[in-house]
């Protein structure tokens, strides 16, 4: 039975992208390194980005093309993992543990896996080379009520150099598939077109 209804946002998971390029052939090959939980998931919202070219012609729309763009959006979160800050956005640690953020680096693209909830079963994501911005810094002094703030980057999915930009479990996954989601980024087996 599928889903009639979707709902919620939670087990967000993130791998560094590495592009290997070879000298030779120059085809590039893509691998992931571990896939980390990024625990506190508030709201994600990755909205299609395309451009859509028209052609007119005997006074009607004669040819209609959409191009796509991969995704961009917000994610907002509790609170960013160390390890996230390290070796996606590029900042450091200096000798006293403290985080360094400076201009001579720059941010490396990662997988973002996540799962929504459904009625029957939980549908999950993955898209294969995101970037994100540097963290939003958002803060509010404490008054009567608590209120926490949530942490927000943009992220932006493109495609990889083969097109591949996102895949999601459907009503008949593979059982292995669906239970090892989270244990390596999953490539699809699609025939080249």
Not at 8 to 17: E, F, Q
Not at 89 to 100: H, P, Q, R, Y
Not at 132 to 146: F, L, M, P, V, Y
Request: with cysteine; glycine share 6%.
């Amino acid at each position: 039975m599928a889903n009639k209804i979707m709902y919620g946002l939670k087990n967000v998971h993130y791998a560094k992208l590495t592009e290997t390029t070879d000298p030779i052939s120059g085809e590039v090959t893509y691998s992931y390194g571990t896939v980390k939980a990024w625990p506190g998931a508030v709201s994600l919202s990755l909205e299609p980005q395309s451009d859509v070219l028209k052609e007119y012609a005997d006074d009607v729309e004669w040819y209609v093309q959409e191009s796509n763009n991969g995704y961009e959006g917000d994610f907002e979160y509790e609170v960013m993992p160390e390890d996230f800050r390290e070796n996606i956005l590029g900042e450091t640690k200096d000798s006293k543990n403290v985080f360094v953020e400076t201009n001579l680096v720059s941010t490396t693209y990662f997988a973002l896996l996540f799962e929504i909830n459904g009625d029957v079963a939980k549908r999950r994501n993955a898209f294969y080379k995101c970037s994100a911005t540097r963290e939003k810094n958002d803060a509010k002094t404490k008054s009567e009520n608590i209120e926490a703030t949530h942490g927000t980057v943009t992220i932006t999915a493109i495609s990889r150099g083969d097109g591949l930009i996102k895949s999601s479990t459907g009503e008949n996954v593979n059982a292995s598939v669906y239970n090892n989601w989270y244990s390596t980024v999953y490539e699809p087996q699609i025939a080249s077109t």
